[in-house]
């Protein structure tokens, strides 16, 4: 008991100074690089009873954080009138520090520096990811639910952490919900270099699973299928080759003639409806995104002969769905394909935020603009520089 109050204090030091709060915010919708601005508020009150303090330490800029933002995503974080801005009245380019935000980011990893006199389960020094969607993950902290987090295990990097909650599970749960796969089963997917179908390629050759991948032509082409294939794909192919006629028979023989059972789709447009040709009798298609901003368009054929069945999936929708003991056991898979070495954190860059909120605003507003051009090929993780 004397034990546990000395480890709390420790780490509540810093807590209990006046540490301000310094988050990426916005007040209305609209493109990211123009209304997401970082600013500085008053220290936040100490946690409540079954609240504890989490310190962020990595936080992913996911392309669902790009859409919530624009405000074409069916997710969204709430207003925050408690947050009081340490500045003036307005921001130089006319923003009301007086009315409330919100902050954005919905996917990170941190460690507990606090926790209230209700709280068990957790203690300082734990950490823990996210178990509830738009939290406010760009922030320097944030006094969050303990029903609100699950731990990491001490063996997962904090990069594998910041992005274990989302893409993952969606690449896992895919791959088991929608038709039974067995060793040797063939699937098909686009947006292969994605995050998501990163993991797929992953989680795919760790269950014994054939994977066709399918990306954009680009200069550096060859690079990118050397690196798919070394995380496990069985074939890599662009949208122009899988338009080839002759790539139907090419296809038969890589499966010797085994039923495509699966189709994963991200992208949406002309492409998504070839590929889906590819599919065979009685497979699903399972669409999780939509990049090219395209419907997907498909021969009633399909329907008729081929029995094709369509599924949306959502991961949000699936966490919201389940208890808290069958997310648990989700991360806990996660974090077991990651310690076997049968899942890598993505390729990534970190992107330090330092300096004044000027400053910061104009770092972030250059990364979100590469983000939503479709140039920039790593994950961009957030860290709050150890200074602000």
């Known amino acids: 008991m004397n034990f546990r109050f000395v480890q709390r204090s420790l780490f509540s030091t810093a807590s209990r100074q006046n540490t301000a709060f310094r988050a990426l915010v916005y007040q209305k919708n609209g493109n990211p690089a123009e209304v997401l601005k970082a600013q500085t508020f ?14 962020l330490l990595l936080s992913p800029i996911n392309p669902a954080d790009i859409n919530v933002i624009e405000g074409v995503y069916p997710d969204a974080p709430i207003l925050r009138p408690d947050l009081i801005s340490k500045t003036g009245a307005k921001t130089s380019s006319g923003d009301d520090l007086g009315k409330p935000v919100f902050v954005g980011g919905n996917e990170a990893v941190g460690v507990i520096t606090d926790a209230g006199s209700a709280v ?58 929608f038709t039974s796969l067995q060793p040797g089963d063939w699937i098909i997917q686009n947006g292969a270099n994605s995050a998501v179908g990163q993991a797929v390629i992953q989680i795919g050759a760790a269950l014994g699973l054939n994977t066709i991948n399918l990306v954009r032509n680009r200069e550096n082409i060859n690079e990118l299928m050397i690196r798919l294939h070394a995380l496990g794909a069985t074939r890599v192919l662009t949208y122009n080759e899988l338009a080839d006629k002759a790539m139907r028979q090419e296809v038969k023989k890589w499966t010797n003639g085994k039923l495509i059972k699966l189709g994963l789709n991200c992208v949406g447009g002309r492409d998504t409806t070839t590929m889906v040709g590819y599919l065979g009798k009685d497979a699903h298609l399972v669409s999780y995104g939509a990049m090219s901003k395209s419907p997907i368009s498909l021969p009633t054929s399909y329907f008729i002969f081929k029995n ?23 991360y806990a898979e996660i974090m077991d394909l990651i310690r076997q070495k049968k899942l890598k954190a993505p390729e990534h860059e970190i ?38």
């Open 42 to 55: 008053e220290p936040l009150a100490f946690p409540g009873p079954s609240q504890v303090r989490v310190k």
């Open 120 to 177: 068990q389960g957790f203690k300082a020094g734990d950490r823990v990811i996210f178990d509830k969607s738009q939290l406010g993950a760009w922030a320097t902290y944030q006094n969050v639910e303990a029903a609100q987090l699950a731990k990491v295990d001490d063996d997962i990097s904090d990069v594998a952490a910041a992005t274990m909650r989302i893409n993952p599970p969606t690449a896992l749960l895919m791959l088991r919900s």
């Open 308 to 330: 094709l069945t369509c599924h949306g999936y959502w991961q949000s929708r699936w966490y919201a769905d389940h208890s808290k003991a069958d997310r648990l056991k989700v």
């Open 351 to 388: 992107l330090e935020l330092k300096g004044s909120d000027e400053e910061v605003t104009r770092t972030v507003a250059h990364a979100t603009k590469r983000l939503s051009a479709g140039s920039h090929g790593k994950k961009i993780l957030l860290k709050w520089a150890s200074s602000s």
